[in-house]
């Protein structure tokens, strides 16, 4: 299965990315695809503010249940593993992923560290799963 982290700190950020940013994630299985889906906390107060942007780039269908807090996806093989919290300082090429999403729970610990450092963008970084 292949790994790959979408993070949409661009959409936040289009000109100059800061070297220090945070925010939420939501960690899920999309197809034969497994993804970390970051966003800065000013654009994703709930992680399913971060699903529902993730399916809509994707042309996929959904819709909030409970306010925003939860987003369910309609018609597509996404399955939802967990949510947590990010800070990522490129200044010390340091990545640590903590928390749990209220609603999605624990996202997967295991092995995630070492997917993490395979793919080009945080090779160089210190990554740190809790």
Same mark, same amino acid.
């Given at each position: 299965?292949?790994?790959?982290? =979408? #993070?949409?700190?661009? =959409?936040?950020?289009?000109?100059?990315? /800061?070297?220090?940013?945070? !925010?939420?994630?939501?960690?899920?299985? #999309? !197809?034969?695809?497994?993804?970390?889906?970051?966003? /800065?906390?000013?654009?994703?107060?709930?992680?399913?503010?971060?699903?529902?942007?993730?399916?809509?780039?994707? +042309?996929?269908? %959904?819709?909030?249940?409970?306010?925003? $807090?939860?987003? $369910?996806?309609?018609?597509? #093989?996404? $399955?939802?593993? +967990? !949510? %947590?919290?990010?800070? *990522?300082?490129? &200044?010390?090429?340091? *990545?640590?992923?903590? +928390?749990?999403? &209220?609603?999605? +729970?624990?996202?997967?610990?295991?092995?995630?560290?070492?997917?993490?450092?395979? *793919?080009?963008?945080? $090779?160089?970084?210190?990554? &740190? =799963?809790?």
């Amino acid at each position: 299965m292949n790994f790959r982290v =979408v #993070d949409f700190s661009s =959409v936040l950020y289009p000109g100059v990315m /800061p070297a220090e940013r945070q !925010g939420k994630f939501v960690h899920l299985v #999309d !197809g034969e695809e497994e993804l970390l889906v970051l966003s /800065p906390y000013e654009l994703s107060t709930y992680h399913a503010q971060i699903l529902e942007r993730y399916c809509k780039l994707r +042309g996929l269908e %959904g819709r909030f249940i409970r306010k925003q $807090e939860l987003y $369910e996806v309609i018609g597509a #093989d996404i $399955e939802i593993i +967990g !949510g %947590g919290h990010w800070k *990522l300082d490129e &200044t010390q090429f340091h *990545l640590l992923l903590f +928390g749990e999403s &209220t609603m999605y +729970g624990k996202f997967r610990v295991e092995g995630l560290r070492e997917k993490m450092r395979i *793919l080009s963008e945080y $090779e160089k970084h210190k990554v &740190t =799963v809790k």
